[in-house]
């Protein structure tokens, strides 16, 4: 087993060091993808993050349950409910994103969504609350005011969106379900691995471990880093 597992080892880290045409169309595969879910998550998540804090409106604790709930959803019954929007059946068949990379930034965005607002929620949370307000009493926007209290908050927020890539790059559910690990088209790191796993054919997978190890190790020093630029600021 020692033999095999090194051999696949040596194997492995050859074909990324070779620039293996397969492997890292994988890896830059899963890697656009997550990142498009992670803007869009961004996107959508720091002003509904800002909104949750700063205002009242009926139901504002209801939604707060609500995205703290999805936080662990699992990623099938992602997969799952959107399989049956877009295939071609679905409200949405006609856009016809079932098994392509679309689908599967579709998925991670939904799946992202709840733990980038819930990360940043509790960063702005602990923020005083005198930024916005002295802001506005200099008579700035309200957009204006929002810049303000986001960039002081920036460390936090990019620490959010480092933990969330780092969930989405490792998720495989939504990626098997939605893309269909279509070889040269739909197939990310997680998928590919458990695919090759499956053939007994570990080199490949072996492979995008290591990468998927080295995301892993460096998101870490990311929001490690950011982390504590957090804690030197307060």
């Known amino acids: 087993m020692g033999d095999i597992l090194l051999q ?9 060091f070779s620039g293996d045409a397969e492997l890292f169309g994988i890896v830059f595969l899963s890697l656009r993808c997550t990142a498009l879910a992670c803007l869009g998550a961004s996107l959508v998540g720091i002003p509904l993050a800002f909104a949750l804090v700063n205002y009242a409106f009926p139901g504002k604790r209801g939604v707060i349950i609500f995205l703290s709930s999805l936080q662990a959803l699992p990623t099938v019954v992602v997969g799952l409910f959107l399989y049956v929007f877009i295939s ?4 949405f068949g006609h856009w016809d994103m079932l098994y392509s990379w679309k689908a599967i930034a579709l998925g ?14 509790a960063a702005l949370s602990r923020l005083d609350e005198r930024y916005r307000e002295t802001a506005l009493t200099l008579g700035a926007a309200e957009w204006q005011a929002a810049l303000a209290v986001m960039r002081e908050a ?58 998927l190890l080295l995301v892993s190790f460096l998101l870490n020093a990311v929001l490690a880093f950011f982390q504590g630029r957090v804690g ?3």
């Open 154 to 211: 920036r460390f936090a927020i990019i620490a959010a969106l480092c933990t969330a890539f780092g969930r989405g790059i490792a998720e495989v559910g939504v990626s098997m379900m939605l893309g269909g690990n279509i070889k040269g088209y739909t197939r990310t790191m997680t998928t590919a691995m458990a695919l090759e796993y499956d053939k007994g054919e570990f080199t490949l997978a072996l492979a995008l471990g290591i990468v």
């Open 108 to 121: 991670q965005l939904i799946l992202l969504l709840p733990i980038v607002t819930m990360f940043i929620l």
């Open 8 to 16: 696949g080892l040596t194997a492995g880290l050859t074909m990324i």
């Open 232 to 234: 030197d600021t307060k």
């Open 88 to 91: 071609r059946r679905g409200i």
